[in-house]
């Protein structure tokens, strides 16, 4: 927990100054781990909001109490929305922690061929509260603004209904087909620009329907490599990849 995060409704306020007590899991943080005493400052930011310093005014096993601070931006996000096969469910929570640390927009949860069934009927998408893991990847980032998430049980009303009216200049769909071209090859000079929409399937791969309609509806497909990596892995590589692109000179 590089960051404790706050909620508006802790402090009154989304900036300024402020006191705030805390409890729980955090207050487990500051005892255990960091240690902290009276004097001490943290790190802290209101979720959706503003950054800055928290100063122990006093701690307890029970409560600590913070005097509260905010004055700076979150860091940026990209410019990059995810589109992702469901998952199964530990591995959705990672991807959901690691989709907000690395700073996505909006994350489409979404059904292909290769997704069973069961997996919609999982936590944390029965619920429909994935906050708890996107707020350990903001955490550990030192960010405070989660991205969206959206669930889509049915492949065609989302492709023919949802992807028309989503922005992106460069749609792109990570497939391991071995004719397929590594994504540095697809984008052209001068740098890679958002929004951008990047689609990744189940750890089979999408099936040829699947392609084929993501290919109507402007996604080029690109691949990794010969190798078939876990959902967990894929989705960071290929998001520091786009990170890369996105900077190139």
Not at 176 to 204: C, F, H, K, Q, S
């Amino acid at each position: 927990m590089n960051l404790i995060l706050l909620r508006p409704e802790e402090t009154g306020t989304s900036d300024g100054s402020a006191t705030v007590r805390l409890t729980g899991r955090r207050l487990e943080h500051l005892n255990k781990v960091l240690k902290a005493e009276v004097g001490d400052s943290v790190r802290v930011g209101i979720l959706g909001g503003l950054m800055g310093r928290g100063e122990i005014v006093a701690i307890s096993r029970r409560e600590a109490v913070l005097a509260v601070r905010l004055d700076s931006p979150p860091p940026p996000r990209l410019p990059l929305s995810l589109i992702l096969a469901l998952p199964r469910p530990i591995m959705l929570k990672r991807v959901l922690a690691q989709a907000a640390a690395l700073g996505v927009q909006h994350l489409f949860l979404i059904n292909a061929r290769r997704v069973e069934k069961s997996f919609f009927a999982a936590s944390p998408v029965r619920e429909g509260d994935f906050s708890p893991y996107l707020e350990n990847g903001l955490e550990q980032a030192m960010d405070t603004v989660a991205p969206t998430v959206s669930v889509h049980p049915r492949f065609s009303p989302f492709v023919e209904d949802v992807l028309p009216g989503l922005a992106g200049r460069a749609r792109l769909l990570a497939h391991p087909l071995a004719e397929a071209r590594p994504l540095a090859e697809l984008v052209p000079r001068p740098p890679l620009t958002g929004p951008l929409l990047l689609a990744i399937g189940p750890e089979g791969g999408w099936q040829g329907h699947e392609v084929v309609s993501l290919g109507q509806a402007g996604f080029v497909v690109f691949s990794l490599g010969p190798r078939i990596l876990r959902v967990d892995t894929a989705v960071p590589a290929l998001i520091a990849q786009i990170g890369l692109l996105l900077g190139r000179g």
